[in-house]
């Protein structure tokens, strides 16, 4: 065991902090401490991490993904999350890092990180070992399915070297509001309310089409709102089994149909429960506008914030 410095001594408040209070940061990571399989979420990366040779050794594995976590959870860019290490002592105590005896991994480094999950899709191979894990602590996919889709922002500005906007993303219109970006579309266990499916598409893309990519295939109710009205043809070539308890359109002719409504307003008591894993995202973890271009590197970034909302709302299961 090595012998800690005074700078690792003052981090951890040893003596030297005798009236300090524990932040909200400071629980929440303490919590995620806790409850994130490292150990799993570890395995998935390893094969793909480079090895120590004989050049300069790699940081640790864990090291760099504690580091990653900590980006996305406060909505952190590259340099903006060294330096953030570098100033909070919660966020050097979380990942682990001795000032009297390291540096903080540098930005680059980190770029270098995100670009190593982006190339080997291991965003996606980690939401799913979340997935893998929660099941294993008896969180079991269930047979209802809510399916949502929700718009993440990109820059609409031409303002950039290519004179251009993203090519990849696109805009489209929800109620009388144009946006220009990307769509997120999730499948939602729903009885545990955690995410079991996703699909990245560009804005543009119509809320039905990846709709069998969001189902398991062992639903006996999938709920949605009025996007995914009618599309019962689409849900059963996936879940033969099912039955359709999206909202369905309650104006005909001019004319309000309370029965309709009504039902609509029942079902929609479960299909609110996708809500809570976009507060999650975009509220609480800010990945409400994209910060890289493509559909690809942001593809990865909401996979992972996925997997993390997903530990984050299973957390009281977790730590039992």
Same mark, same amino acid.
């Given at each position: 065991?090595? $012998?800690?410095?005074?700078?690792?001594a003052?981090?951890?408040?040893?003596?030297y902090e005798?009236?300090?209070?524990?932040?909200?940061?400071?629980t929440?990571?303490?919590?995620?401490?806790?409850?994130?399989?490292? $150990?799993?979420?570890?395995s998935? %990366?390893? &094969?793909?991490? &480079?090895?120590a040779?004989n050049?300069?050794?790699p %940081?640790?594995?864990?090291?760099m993904?504690?580091?990653?976590?900590?980006?996305h959870w406060?909505n952190l860019?590259?340099e903006a999350?060294?330096e953030?290490l570098?100033?909070? #002592?919660?966020?050097?105590?979380?990942v682990g890092i001795?000032?009297g005896r390291e @540096?903080v991994p540098?930005?680059?480094?980190l770029?270098?990180?995100?670009r190593l999950l982006?190339?080997?899709?291991l965003?996606?191979?980690l939401?799913?070992?979340?997935?893998?894990?929660l099941q294993?602590?008896?969180?079991?996919?269930?047979t209802?399915?809510?399916?949502d889709?929700?718009?993440?922002g990109?820059?609409?500005?031409?303002?950039?070297a290519?004179?251009?906007?993203? &090519?990849?993303m696109? $805009?489209?219109r929800?109620g009388?509001?144009?946006?220009f970006?990307?769509?997120m579309h %999730?499948g939602?266990?729903?009885?545990t309310?955690?995410?079991? !499916?996703?699909?990245? #598409?560009?804005?543009n893309?119509h809320d039905?089409?990846p709709?069998?990519?969001?189902?398991?295939?062992?639903?006996?109710?999938?709920?949605?709102?009025s996007?995914?009205? !009618?599309q019962?043809?689409? %849900?059963e070539?996936?879940? &033969?089994q099912t039955k359709?308890?999206t909202n369905q359109?309650?104006? @005909?002719?001019?004319?309000i149909?309370?029965?309709? @409504? !009504?039902?609509n307003h029942?079902?929609?008591?479960?299909?609110?429960?996708?809500?809570h894993?976009?507060a999650?995202v975009?509220r609480?973890w800010g990945?409400?506008?994209v =910060?890289? =271009?493509?559909?690809?590197?942001?593809? #990865?970034?909401?996979f992972v914030?996925?997997?993390?909302a997903n530990?984050y709302?299973?957390?009281? =299961?977790?730590?039992?």
């Amino acid at each position: 065991m090595k $012998q800690q410095t005074l700078a690792m001594a003052a981090d951890q408040g040893d003596g030297y902090e005798q009236y300090r209070k524990l932040t909200k940061r400071d629980t929440f990571l303490a919590t995620m401490e806790q409850i994130v399989p490292w $150990q799993e979420l570890c395995s998935v %990366i390893e &094969p793909h991490y &480079p090895k120590a040779g004989n050049g300069r050794p790699p %940081i640790g594995l864990e090291r760099m993904l504690r580091m990653y976590f900590v980006q996305h959870w406060f909505n952190l860019a590259d340099e903006a999350c060294e330096e953030a290490l570098l100033d909070s #002592t919660a966020l050097r105590r979380f990942v682990g890092i001795d000032l009297g005896r390291e @540096r903080v991994p540098d930005g680059t480094t980190l770029l270098k990180f995100r670009r190593l999950l982006e190339k080997h899709k291991l965003g996606e191979a980690l939401f799913a070992k979340v997935g893998e894990v929660l099941q294993a602590r008896g969180m079991k996919v269930g047979t209802g399915t809510i399916v949502d889709a929700t718009i993440i922002g990109a820059p609409s500005s031409t303002k950039n070297a290519d004179k251009q906007r993203d &090519p990849e993303m696109h $805009q489209t219109r929800k109620g009388q509001q144009w946006y220009f970006g990307m769509k997120m579309h %999730i499948g939602v266990d729903s009885r545990t309310g955690l995410a079991h !499916s996703a699909v990245v #598409t560009a804005a543009n893309v119509h809320d039905k089409h990846p709709l069998p990519e969001l189902l398991h295939g062992n639903e006996q109710r999938v709920y949605g709102d009025s996007a995914y009205a !009618s599309q019962r043809a689409l %849900i059963e070539s996936k879940a &033969p089994q099912t039955k359709d308890f999206t909202n369905q359109r309650v104006r @005909r002719d001019g004319e309000i149909d309370e029965v309709e @409504r !009504s039902k609509n307003h029942n079902k929609s008591k479960v299909r609110a429960r996708v809500e809570h894993v976009f507060a999650v995202v975009k509220r609480l973890w800010g990945f409400a506008k994209v =910060r890289y =271009r493509g559909l690809a590197k942001n593809a #990865t970034r909401s996979f992972v914030v996925l997997g993390l909302a997903n530990i984050y709302l299973a957390r009281q =299961r977790l730590a039992a």
